[in-house]
């Protein structure tokens, strides 16, 4: 057999799928008096939609962010204001005025520029941490889980194919659902 009749694994979800191929063949392959295999697997995109956590998240980043937000659309209101002025053909302003006001027009523009860059910094680093941490706990919900019933393998992400029963995720959603309402009750002014 020459180097070129063998096919390698031309992508890296490939070989990962390989690897997990050949470690089930592995445990499949254990004693029989070895505990039996139990395998499963989690949509966590769907997960992470549908757990209560995520929609608590995007309603607190919300209003975290609302009066940041406000005061953008404030401003854009008092810049449109000034070019409808600079605009306006009835209007007698001077020349000095006009230049003044285009002026001061340019500089409420870039200022808003610059706020509005701000403003979508602010967002995707608070998104991007709330959405590592409900990903943390996700996983943490998974693991227990999958230790309270005893499933020798949890998949998740590059499954091509997995027969429905499998499927786990709704369990886990379930138990983040309980974890979330135990939490409210715990605490309801917290959320």
């Given at each position: 057999?020459?180097h070129?009749?063998?096919?390698?694994p031309?992508r890296?979800?490939?070989s990962r799928?390989?690897?997990?191929l050949?470690g089930?063949?592995?445990?499949?392959l254990q004693p029989?008096?070895?505990a039996?295999?139990?395998?499963?697997?989690v949509?966590?995109?769907a997960?992470?939609?549908?757990?209560p956590q995520?929609?608590?998240?995007?309603?607190?980043?919300?209003?975290?962010?609302?009066k940041?937000?406000q005061h953008l659309?404030?401003?854009l209101?008092a810049?449109q204001?000034?070019?409808r002025?600079l605009?306006?053909?009835?209007?007698?302003?001077?020349?000095?005025?006009?230049?003044?006001?285009?002026q001061?027009l340019n500089?409420l523009e870039?200022?808003?520029?610059?706020?509005?860059e701000?403003?979508?910094e602010?967002?995707?680093?608070a998104r991007?941490q709330?959405l590592?941490?409900?990903?943390?706990l996700?996983?943490?919900e998974i693991?227990a889980?999958?230790l309270?019933?005893?499933?020798?393998l949890?998949l998740?992400n590059?499954?091509?194919f997995a027969d429905?029963?499998?499927n786990?995720?709704?369990r886990?959603?379930?138990?983040?659902q309980v974890?979330y309402?135990?939490h409210?009750?715990?605490?309801?002014?917290?959320?």
């Amino acid at each position: 057999m020459t180097h070129d009749s063998v096919k390698y694994p031309s992508r890296r979800g490939e070989s990962r799928f390989l690897l997990i191929l050949i470690g089930c063949m592995g445990l499949a392959l254990q004693p029989v008096c070895a505990a039996p295999l139990r395998l499963g697997y989690v949509n966590i995109g769907a997960l992470l939609r549908e757990m209560p956590q995520s929609k608590a998240a995007e309603l607190k980043l919300n209003q975290e962010l609302a009066k940041q937000k406000q005061h953008l659309a404030e401003r854009l209101g008092a810049i449109q204001a000034l070019r409808r002025k600079l605009h306006n053909a009835s209007d007698r302003l001077s020349l000095l005025k006009r230049m003044e006001d285009q002026q001061h027009l340019n500089t409420l523009e870039n200022s808003y520029r610059m706020s509005e860059e701000q403003y979508s910094e602010d967002f995707n680093l608070a998104r991007n941490q709330a959405l590592a941490n409900l990903q943390r706990l996700a996983i943490r919900e998974i693991h227990a889980y999958a230790l309270k019933h005893h499933f020798t393998l949890v998949l998740g992400n590059d499954v091509y194919f997995a027969d429905p029963s499998l499927n786990i995720t709704p369990r886990v959603l379930k138990r983040l659902q309980v974890l979330y309402a135990a939490h409210r009750g715990a605490a309801p002014h917290a959320q």
